[in-house]
């Protein structure tokens, strides 16, 4: 066998070596117990993982005080990122609440993963990840870390807090992380479970410390149940807030049918009036260019979801964004249940 055969012998044993390393690697990786897949790390390694940090107090500026209310990393920057740009390019404060990490995604825990294998260990390194794409998000839109809050629900579970486990005696078990109450360092109120009268306590908190003059939140009609009980518990927690004057509350939506059309990154075209809401008209906000260009950027940092629904973000970056306000005629559906009224006069405890 001459000298050239036996080095492309060599070169094609090395491509196989690596090519089955590449399948296998990820497989082999899965099966170390409780070991965070690093893949899921991978182009954000070097962001640091969010702080915990406590509910901000109020400014002594005479500007407003947005609080937006945002059930998954991701939901602020789609529904207000332009308008959290021109808030805080004018000087005004802002304070984002995230009610879970959104560690409950398949798509982005197989992808960047690479493995079939639904371990615990990996979602909630997922939820790590997301947290650290949110903050680079929001550091863009030029919002400050001291007034990023990750509360820690279950992703996927928050309408289950509000209707099935309202108790801290009956808390909700994550399907996906495999725990009842937040693994997450950085976690708002590190004793707090997955019930829904924590959850409402932990908002009732943070509204009377940053005593919002805004408070934007999901639309009940939006199509995502986390985004309803969101509604649920925002309206809920802003009506026990005492010495608290009342806020503006501005509505935004993000998961409806065939909405925004078209389906593809437009940022000269006006965002159109989503088709929900019988009740209420629709704002629209102008956005300036660079609020334009800063919602872009903010959107690109949450890369984790730009790989599995690309598409879908990106046709929120428009001209425009809208909100409405909440709708008259009493609560909606579901929203004054008995055990909510049980365990309203037990908030103040927690």
């Given at each position: 066998?001459?000298?050239?055969?036996?080095?492309?012998?060599?070169?094609?044993?090395?491509?196989?070596?690596?090519?089955?390393?590449?399948?296998?690697?990820?497989?082999?990786?899965?099966?170390?117990p409780?070991?965070p897949?690093?893949?899921v790390?991978?182009?954000?390694?070097?962001v640091?993982?969010?702080?915990?940090v406590?509910?901000?107090?109020?400014?002594?500026?005479?500007?407003?005080?947005?609080?937006?209310?945002?059930?998954?990393?991701?939901?602020?920057?789609?529904?207000?990122?332009?308008?959290?740009?021109?808030?805080?390019?004018?000087?005004?404060?802002?304070?984002?609440?995230?009610?879970?990490?959104?560690?409950?995604?398949?798509?982005?825990?197989?992808?960047?993963?690479?493995?079939p294998?639904h371990?615990?260990?990996?979602?909630?390194?997922?939820?790590?990840?997301?947290?650290?794409?949110?903050?680079r998000?929001?550091?863009?839109?030029?919002?400050?870390?001291?007034?990023?809050?990750?509360?820690?629900?279950?992703?996927?579970?928050?309408?289950?807090?509000?209707?099935?486990?309202w108790?801290?005696?009956?808390?909700?078990?994550s399907?996906?992380?495999?725990?009842?109450?937040?693994?997450?360092?950085?976690?708002?109120?590190?004793?707090?479970?997955y019930?829904g009268?924590?959850?409402?306590?932990?908002?009732?908190?943070?509204?009377e410390?940053?005593?919002?003059?805004?408070?934007?939140?999901?639309?009940?009609?939006?199509?995502?149940?986390?985004?309803?009980?969101?509604?649920?518990?925002g309206?809920?927690a802003?009506?026990?807030?005492?010495?608290?004057?009342?806020?503006e509350?501005?509505?935004?939506?993000?998961?409806?049918?065939?909405?925004?059309?078209?389906?593809?990154?437009?940022?000269?075209?006006?965002?159109?009036?989503?088709?929900?809401?019988?009740?209420?008209e629709?704002?629209?906000?102008?956005?300036?260019?660079?609020?334009?260009?800063l919602?872009?950027?903010?959107v690109?940092?949450?890369?984790?979801?730009?790989?599995?629904?690309?598409?879908?973000?990106?046709?929120?970056?428009?001209?425009?964004?809208?909100y409405?306000?909440?709708?008259?005629?009493?609560?909606?559906p579901?929203?004054?249940?008995?055990?909510?009224?049980?365990?309203?006069?037990?908030?103040?405890?927690?």
């Amino acid at each position: 066998m001459g000298v050239k055969q036996v080095a492309h012998r060599r070169k094609r044993k090395r491509k196989t070596l690596t090519l089955v390393s590449l399948v296998v690697g990820p497989f082999l990786l899965g099966i170390v117990p409780s070991m965070p897949h690093p893949f899921v790390h991978s182009l954000v390694w070097w962001v640091p993982i969010p702080e915990r940090v406590e509910a901000p107090l109020p400014g002594q500026g005479e500007g407003e005080r947005v609080l937006v209310i945002s059930p998954h990393p991701d939901d602020d920057v789609l529904g207000v990122g332009g308008t959290i740009a021109q808030f805080t390019g004018e000087g005004h404060e802002v304070c984002v609440v995230f009610l879970t990490n959104g560690d409950a995604n398949e798509a982005a825990q197989m992808l960047l993963t690479l493995n079939p294998l639904h371990r615990a260990a990996d979602y909630r390194a997922l939820g790590y990840r997301r947290q650290k794409e949110a903050a680079r998000a929001l550091d863009i839109l030029g919002v400050r870390a001291s007034h990023m809050l990750f509360l820690g629900y279950p992703d996927g579970g928050l309408a289950d807090l509000w209707s099935e486990h309202w108790s801290r005696d009956n808390p909700y078990t994550s399907p996906r992380t495999r725990v009842d109450s937040s693994p997450y360092r950085n976690t708002y109120s590190p004793e707090a479970v997955y019930a829904g009268a924590d959850l409402l306590a932990d908002l009732v908190e943070i509204i009377e410390t940053f005593q919002p003059t805004i408070v934007y939140m999901p639309h009940p009609e939006d199509r995502h149940p986390d985004h309803q009980a969101g509604y649920q518990f925002g309206m809920k927690a802003v009506s026990l807030a005492s010495s608290v004057d009342e806020p503006e509350i501005r509505l935004y939506v993000v998961h409806v049918p065939d909405w925004p059309a078209p389906h593809r990154l437009l940022p000269d075209l006006p965002l159109a009036i989503p088709p929900v809401g019988t009740q209420g008209e629709w704002e629209t906000v102008e956005l300036c260019e660079k609020a334009i260009d800063l919602k872009l950027a903010a959107v690109r940092a949450h890369m984790s979801q730009r790989w599995t629904n690309g598409r879908f973000l990106a046709r929120f970056v428009r001209a425009t964004e809208v909100y409405t306000r909440p709708p008259s005629g009493g609560p909606p559906p579901g929203f004054d249940h008995p055990g909510d009224r049980q365990a309203i006069p037990e908030v103040s405890s927690l």
